[in-house]
């Protein structure tokens, strides 16, 4: 079955500490990647995506994404992070026999001071 | 930008009633969803539409029906509100296609006393 991976439902690091969250996804054809992000009471916003352009994506609020063929992942960084970025974030895939997006379980971030 | 506008940040309804919760988009997209999102559950598909007057079941559309009469509104209907359907219920719509990404609304937060 298709899916997408989060390794990690709950992330802390500390401010100005390298961002790494980690997605996977389930298919021998490329996909179409999303990153999402959810703050508290809000809906999802779109952080960037992947539609086979660049591998490597770079997105809002300084986050950027790699695409790895090789190792079916699309992992999410940011070199330093802010408070600011306190946040859930969700990595979804969109097959190209599908218009429904997959949604990961989510991984929520924490920024320690 | 696009925008998709649900009616009600926050809702207070009985157990039995009949609850409308109302998603309105102004970019022409074809495709429209509803999901809720449980902690621990992260994001499921209630139901979807693909173009007006269409929709197909998601995930958990049990106790939901969903009308779409024009094209810029999708509504979600709960039958007999029950205190198991407290939830955060998030709308989205799409263009009709591969490589696009989903816009949201700001969730409708529903809790059924």
């Known amino acids: 079955a298709q899916s997408v991976t989060q390794l990690g439902s709950h992330v802390s690091v500390s401010e100005g500490a390298l961002v790494l969250l980690r997605c996977n996804y389930s298919s021998s054809v490329p996909p179409y990647l999303f990153w999402y992000v959810q703050y508290p009471n809000q809906g999802l916003q779109l952080l960037l995506k992947y539609t086979s352009a660049a591998t490597l994506v770079k997105g809002i609020n300084g986050f950027e994404a790699e695409f790895k063929k090789s190792e079916t992942s699309f992992h999410l960084t940011k070199p330093s992070a802010h408070m600011s970025d306190a946040a859930e974030y969700f990595c979804a895939v969109l097959y190209s026999s599908a218009s429904k997006i997959i949604f990961g379980s989510g991984t929520r971030l924490s920024i320690r001071p | 930008d696009v925008k998709v506008t649900q009616s009600s940040r926050y809702l207070v309804k009985r157990t039995g009633e009949k609850v409308f919760l109302e998603c309105v988009q102004d970019?022409?997209?074809?495709?429209m969803f509803w999901y809720r999102q449980d902690p621990g559950l992260g994001l499921r598909l209630i139901y979807f539409s693909y173009d007006v007057k269409m929709k197909e079941k998601g995930d958990i559309p049990e106790g939901y029906s969903v009308s779409r009469e024009k094209k810029e509104r999708f509504s979600l209907i709960l039958e007999s509100a029950s205190t198991n359907q407290t939830s955060m219920y998030l709308c989205?719509?799409?263009?009709?296609?591969?490589?696009?990404?989903?816009?949201f609304g700001s969730g409708t937060r529903l809790t059924v006393v």
């Open positions: 989205a719509s799409k263009l009709q296609g591969q490589g696009y990404g989903y816009t």
């Open positions: 970019m022409d997209h074809e495709n």
